[in-house]
C-alpha cells in the first residue's frame, strides 16, 4: 500500500518559455500564472510546442498540467494590417 498525499508533490523539471528555463514549483498553472511567471504582456498570445502535431494556443484562464521539459513561446498580439497609415 502506497501512501501518496496528493499535495505534497515532487516539482522537479523545468519548463522553458521563449527559450528561459523556470523550475516546476506547481502541478499546474494558468496561462495568466505562465505569463507573469515569464514577464510577458497578458495580451501576448502564449502557445505550447507541440512535437507530434500544431501548436497549442493557451489562454489566460486555461490551466495546464506541467510536465517538465514542456516549451512555451509568446507571440505579440495580432495587430490589423492596413491600419498603420
Avoid: C
Avoid at 523556470?22 to 500564472?33: F, H, Q, R, V
Amino acid at each position: 500500500m502506497a501512501d501518496h498525499d496528493q499535495s505534497h508533490h515532487d516539482h522537479d523539471g523545468n519548463i522553458f518559455i521563449d527559450k528561459k528555463r523556470y523550475p516546476i514549483e506547481k502541478d499546474a498553472m494558468t496561462g495568466s500564472e505562465l505569463k507573469s511567471l515569464a514577464g510577458i504582456p497578458q495580451d501576448y498570445e502564449l502557445w505550447l510546442e507541440v512535437h507530434s502535431g500544431e501548436d497549442d494556443k493557451i489562454e489566460n484562464t486555461q490551466s495546464i498540467e506541467l510536465k517538465s521539459g514542456m516549451k512555451f513561446f509568446s507571440v505579440p498580439p495580432v495587430i490589423n494590417p492596413g491600419s498603420g497609415r
